[in-house]
């Protein structure tokens, strides 16, 4: 057996994923001996709940041990297997999101000193927007980022996105993870218990700013980080609903011949007690001053970002403000002018983290 990852390439570049969630194969598949026993080498090595797998697989199918990890959260299971189309679902999405990308309006100016910017998905085609935003959130003191309906997407993305805000090697996250190294004899893999996360970006552009982040129910998984390490390390104010809640982080693993296998490999949650340990719960947003309801706010059509540029800037003009919102027809969901912002069809499904690896088989 080769022990060593193939990494896949997607768009030339090694993939590290939140995704939305597809259907599982068909129940009656892939339920012989040699796949029972493969699957239940697979949750050894990378489940992080390797703990509640039986010693050994017996008559067990790969769905009787896909119920004992028992990895659901609001109706959907997230260690199963993943239909043959799912990485090729996974290219396209980048290739709509360049679509979405340019049928929005994510950067614009409220005030003289707060931008906004939204980011639709963490993919590479939004980064490559949000790269070509920072010289512009360079000159504005504060800004007002909007992960509303953002379901997840490319973990480097996420990674490379939050370096831009603090110094290098700067803890953002915890996680515990299973490691990629294993007992080749017992096929036990390794927990790395709970460790903070560092940045990697050497020269960061956006450091010291004054911060609003807009979330609600449809901010998960890549968002939930941003907007944990944004509240926990630059006090960034939390605006709007209730976040997702998915602390968890999956292996999706390509093998040879037979399907393909999502594993929760990960638990993240806040470095500190202001986000904390939001799996299942989901992110609260900070409680709105009832001076900011200043006389005709609620006239606003997103009275959410209002809130989040009163956060930012207190004394702001209720006009300026007003007249900067419905110019650019920031509300969710979208509305039907074109030039409202959109946001894409993966921000519609239920999110699913991944680290994309491929490797063959243990019994092979």
Request: aromatic share 12%; proline share 5%.
């Amino acid at each position: 057996m080769r022990r060593k990852f193939q990494k896949i390439f997607l768009a030339g570049t090694a993939s590290l994923c939140l995704l939305s969630c597809s259907s599982p194969v068909n129940n009656t598949a892939y339920t012989d001996l040699s796949e029972q026993q493969s699957v239940w080498q697979y949750l050894n090595i990378y489940s992080i709940y390797q703990e509640r797998l039986p010693a050994k697989c017996g008559d067990m199918s790969p769905y009787d041990l896909f119920d004992i990890i028992n990895d659901s959260l609001k109706g959907g299971r997230f260690t199963e297997y993943r239909p043959d189309e799912w990485f090729t679902n996974l290219g396209a999405l980048d290739l709509e999101s360049q679509e979405n990308k340019n049928n929005a309006y994510p950067f614009f100016s409220i005030t003289n000193s707060t931008a906004y910017i939204r980011i639709n998905e963490f993919s590479y085609s939004s980064y490559e927007f949000f790269k070509s935003s920072i010289w512009r959130l360079e000159t504005y003191p504060n800004i007002v980022i909007d992960l509303r309906g953002n379901g997840g997407g490319f973990l480097d993305i996420c990674d490379s996105i939050i370096g831009e805000f603090f110094p290098f090697n700067t803890d953002f996250i915890m996680m515990r993870e299973r490691e990629r190294v294993f007992d080749s004899n017992k096929y036990k893999g390794i927990t790395k218990e709970w460790e903070a996360k560092k940045t990697a970006t050497r020269y960061p552009k956006l450091r010291n700013k004054k911060i609003s982040v807009l979330i609600d129910g449809g901010s998960a998984s890549a968002s939930e980080i941003l907007a944990s390490a944004l509240k926990d390390k630059a006090n960034a104010h939390l605006v709007g609903k209730k976040s997702y809640g998915k602390g968890i982080g999956q292996a999706v693993i390509s093998r040879f011949n037979r399907p393909i296998l999502s594993i929760t490999s990960m638990q993240i949650k806040g470095l500190t007690n202001r986000t904390g340990d939001y799996h299942g719960k989901g992110i609260d947003p900070d409680p709105v001053p009832g001076n900011f309801r200043t006389a005709g706010y609620e006239t606003i059509r997103d009275t959410s970002l209002y809130f989040a540029v009163k956060f930012l800037e207190p004394s702001a003009n209720f006009s300026q403000i007003l007249q900067a919102i419905e110019l650019n027809c920031v509300v969710l969901p979208p509305s039907s002018p074109s030039r409202c912002v959109n946001t894409s069809s993966l921000a519609k499904t239920r999110p699913i983290g991944a680290y994309i690896i491929t490797e063959p088989d243990p019994l092979n």
